[in-house]
């Protein structure tokens, strides 16, 4: 039984349906990828799991209890983080008020000393942590974005598409800080990403989405291995 799971879960946006009966497991301490082409479903999955997206049927469970219907507020304190792509961090202010900002479900005693911790985790942040956010580079922010969402110390940690747009040498560096995140922490964790090569070489289990509908679950070795999929949705050669 994985620590997240979804069962026969569709769902969409108000009326409009985009998932069809998703099966997924995020087992404990693992890292969990999705990947597929572009519009299928992959954010939109993260985004009914976080509860901005509409529930039409099935149920979310996290470690065992229903989650659907929930609010998002609600669901972020029971300690799962969301990471989307864009609008991750507010570009005005420092690291460090981001930091703060991002453990506002804490108690106002818990916060300085977390932020710390969260800075320790983070060499290249603690360094510029009076910084503008604005001022970082792409790697920088993507860094900023992930400590934010580990300031409400989550056990659940999903990350949409996090290396969009960044320099090969970048994306590595991301994706090693977290396969560092799952090692240290033990943290579980749900990737979605373009880079799909670089994330299941990183992954434990892996999804392929297409059309709104899962078309392949198993290990990420194996999916990597499959070189019908691999080639048709992926890319992958």
């Known amino acids: 039984m994985g620590l997240l799971e979804t069962k026969s879960l569709y769902s969409g946006y108000g009326k409009l349906k985009v998932l069809f009966d998703i099966n997924l497991e995020a087992r404990e301490k693992e890292i969990t990828v999705i990947v597929g082409p572009n519009g299928a479903g992959k954010t939109t999955l993260l985004n009914t799991i976080?509860?901005?997206?509409?529930?039409?049927?099935?149920k979310i469970l996290y470690d065992g209890k229903n989650i659907v219907g929930l609010p998002t507020h609600k669901i972020a304190k029971m300690g799962i983080a969301y990471?989307?792509?864009?609008?991750?961090?507010?570009s005005e202010l420092t690291v460090r008020e981001?930091?703060?900002?991002?453990?506002?479900?804490?108690?106002?005693?818990?916060v300085m000393e977390r932020i710390s911790e969260v800075l320790g985790?983070?060499?290249?942040?603690?360094?510029?942590?009076e910084r503008k956010a604005g001022t970082l580079s792409g790697g920088?922010?993507?860094?900023l974005a992930i400590a934010m969402?580990?300031?409400?110390?989550?056990?659940?940690?999903?990350?949409?598409?996090?290396?969009?747009?960044?320099?090969?040498?970048?994306?590595?560096?991301?994706?090693?800080?977290v396969v560092e995140l799952r090692d240290n922490l033990g943290l579980t964790i749900i990737l979605v990403e373009q880079m799909a090569k670089r994330a299941l070489e990183i992954g434990d289990r892996a999804y392929l989405l297409v059309s709104g509908t899962i078309r392949f679950e198993g290990g990420c070795r194996e999916l990597l291995e499959h070189p019908e999929l691999a080639k048709l949705y992926l890319g992958i050669s």
């Not at 976080?50 to 099935?58: E, K, L």
């Open 50 to 58: 976080a509860g901005v997206a509409t529930v039409h049927r099935g």
């Open 83 to 90: 990471v989307p792509q864009t609008g991750n961090v507010f």
């Open 98 to 110: 981001n930091l703060r900002i991002a453990g506002y479900t804490l108690e106002k005693s818990e």
């Open 121 to 129: 985790m983070f060499p290249v942040l603690e360094k510029f942590s």
């Open 140 to 143: 920088e922010r993507r860094m």
């Open 149 to 177: 969402g580990l300031m409400r110390r989550p056990r659940v940690l999903m990350l949409d598409e996090i290396t969009t747009d960044l320099a090969p040498i970048l994306v590595k560096r991301v994706l090693e800080k």
